[in-house]
C-alpha cells in the first residue's frame, strides 16, 4: 500500500519552505506566489494530498488562492498549538520548520478541523477588519505622543509637533469612518449576514464591534458553531486549577484565547452591567452574593456569547428574561 502523500508549508513573505513527506522525504523553496504554487501542485494532480501549514495571515492568499480550486485536504495550524506540541526544541529554520509541520500533521490531521475557503464576504470582511484595527493602534500612540508634547516647550517644538499629530489623527479618523461604512454595507449585501449582525445587536451590550468581530471570527458561524467553543475561544471560561489533593487554587480564565475579541466583549459587558436589563442584575446579585467583581463580569461575557449564539440559531431578536440563573 502507497504512504500517504505528507506536505507541510513553512509560509513567509517572500518564499515557501515545503516538506514533502511521501515514501522519501524531501524539502524544496518555492516562491509564495500563486504560479510558482500553481506549479508545484500540477505534479501532484493524480494525488490526494494532505497539506498542513501554519496561519500566518495574510502571507498565506496566495497559497488559500491556489488550493481552494483542488482536491487536497488542507489544515492550517495556529501556530502556538504547534509550538506547544513540540516539547524541547534546540535551533530552528524554515526548513526546519516545514518538517516540524509536515510531522504535526502527518500525528494530528484526524483530530483537527480541515480547512474550508472562507465566502468573498468574509474575506472581505477580515481585510477591512485588519485595516480598522491597523488604523485604532496607530490612534492609540498618536493620542500617547500628545503627552510629552509638554516636555518639548523649552525647545519650541511643541506647537509644531501637536500640530501635525492633530493633522494625522484627524486623517485617520477619516479613514476609520470610511473603513467602517465599507464594512457596514459589505454585511448588507450578504443577506444572511446582514440578518445575523440584526440579531447580535439585538443582545444587551452588543455594538458594532463585537458584531463584526463575531461574523469574523466564526465566518458567519459555520466555523464554530457551539457557545461553549466560542467562549473558550475567547478566554472567558474559567478553567479548573486542581492535582490531588494538595493543589486546588481557584478557578482561572486561560491565556490562550483571542486577546483582541476578549477587549470587545470586556466592553460589551461594562456596557451591559450599565444598563437596565438582566444581565445588570444578574452582575449585581453575584457580587452581592460575594462574588469577585472581575470573576461576575466575566461571567456576563460569557453569557453575552451564549445569547448571541442563542438569537442566532433560534433566528429570534433578543428578548429580556429577569429570571436569570
Known sequence: MQKQTIIGIDVSAATLDICINGNQQKSVVIKNEQAAIRKFFNS????????????????????????????????????????????????KNDRIDAIRIAAFTSKNYTEIPEWKPSSPTVQKLKILLTERNARVKTRRQLFK????????????????LQKLNLQQLNLIDKQLAHIENEIEML??????????????????GAGKVLTWMMLAKTEGFTTIT???????????????????????GRERVSSFADKAIKAVLHLAAMSAIRLKNELREYYLRKVAEGK?????LNAVRNKIVHRI???????????????LS
Open 292 to 296: 469577585n467583581k472581575m470573576s461576575a
Open 226 to 248: 457551539e457557545p461553549r467553543k466560542m467562549a473558550c475561544y475567547s478566554g472567558v471560561v474559567p478553567f479548573s486549577n486542581q492535582s490531588g489533593t494538595s493543589l486546588k
Open 145 to 160: 505622543q500628545q503627552h510629552d508634547y509638554a516636555k518639548m516647550k523649552h525647545l519650541g517644538l511643541d506647537r509644531s
Open 187 to 204: 454585511i448588507k449585501t450578504d443577506e444572511q449576514m446582514n440578518q445575523q449582525a440584526k440579531l447580535i445587536r439585538s443582545v444587551p
Open 309 to 323: 449564539f442563542a438569537v442566532v440559531k433560534n433566528q429570534i431578536p433578543y428578548k429580556p428574561n429577569l429570571l
Open 44 to 91: 501532484y494532480q493524480k494525488e490526494c494530498l494532505i497539506i498542513g501549514m501554519e496561519n500566518t495571515g495574510r502571507y498565506n492568499w496566495a497559497l488559500y488562492e491556489v488550493l481552494k480550486d483542488l482536491n487536497h485536504r488542507v489544515y492550517v495550524i495556529s501556530p502556538l498549538h504547534l509550538k506547544k506540541s513540540m516539547g524541547l526544541v534546540r535551533g
